[in-house]
């Protein structure tokens, strides 16, 4: 087979997505367990373009995606005109706030800018080309466990098709360039 078609016989999401198992686990959001301090920690230790919102680290289920600059936009614009906000503020994205201490800071409520239904695949779903992003108008997918738990399990990107594709186009020495 070309590295094309192999790669669209044989790879399946599982063996593109991200994380691998040596990078560090997924930046991911929880939808009403972290602070305005907390968010903006991770958003800026990081480089990537979005992240997944899940229930809690103990129930990693997809809820939802939400683009970096609008997590920053919104952030901004609440600790500046929004009474109250401050780094110790829940940060939610579910429906309802938990209940919270009645003395505490206002929560940031973002479900507003939270992608509810994000495009998903399960980990077996053989992988496609990469045209795929320009296709459905995506710029990255998430990777979530079958049936209803859909518990996050990884991303992939437009690159990480690139990269694969690359991969599997060097392994093999016959393989001729395909675009
Ligand atoms: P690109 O692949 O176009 O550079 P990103 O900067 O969003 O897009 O992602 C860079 C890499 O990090 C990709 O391999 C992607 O799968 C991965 N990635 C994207 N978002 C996250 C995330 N929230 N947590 C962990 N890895 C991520």
Known sequence: LEPKEEFEHSSLAVDVMR??????PLAVL????MTVGGVEALVESTRYSGFPVVVSQESPRLVGFVLRRDLLISIDNARKRQDGVVGASLVVFSEHPPAQAPDGPPPLRLRGI???SPFTVTDHTPMTSPDIFRK????????????????????????????????????DPDSILFN
């Open 136 to 171: 459905l108008g995506l710029r990255q997918f998430c990777l979530v466990s079958p049936r209803v738990t859909r518990r996050l399990l990884g991303i992939i990107t437009k690159k990480d098709i690139l990269k694969h594709m690359a991969q599997i186009a060097n392994r």
């Open 19 to 24: 994380p691998r198992r040596s990078d560090p």
């Open 114 to 116: 939270m992608d509810l």
């Open 30 to 33: 929880t939808q009403d367990s």
